[in-house]
């Protein structure tokens, strides 16, 4: 009998264990193939910790938070020369 090469689960080598009986063989267990992982699980543990995060941010004046953001950016084209 020339070397061959069987490939596939253990149940399909199996039903070739008549064709084998009295010979050496060698077996070699594959890896397994990587399986793949959607988003949502891949990254459920930042979103678990996200979730449980919303609610504890301090609050802020929206009204001066706007203000201090304009103000700033005036400043910005100001200095570069732009008159509002």
Do not use: C
Request: charged share 30%; hydrophobic share 35%.
């Amino acid at each position: 009998m020339k070397q061959r090469t069987l490939e596939g689960i253990w149940e399909e080598i199996v039903l070739q264990g008549g064709e084998l009986v009295g010979r050496r063989v060698r077996v070699t267990v594959l890896d397994e193939p990587v399986s793949r992982v959607t988003l949502d699980k891949a990254l459920a543990h930042l979103i678990s910790s996200a979730e449980s995060l919303s609610g504890t941010l301090p609050k802020i004046d929206s009204s001066n938070a706007t203000d201090t953001w304009s103000d700033s950016v005036d400043e910005k084209y100001r200095h570069q020369g732009f008159k509002f």
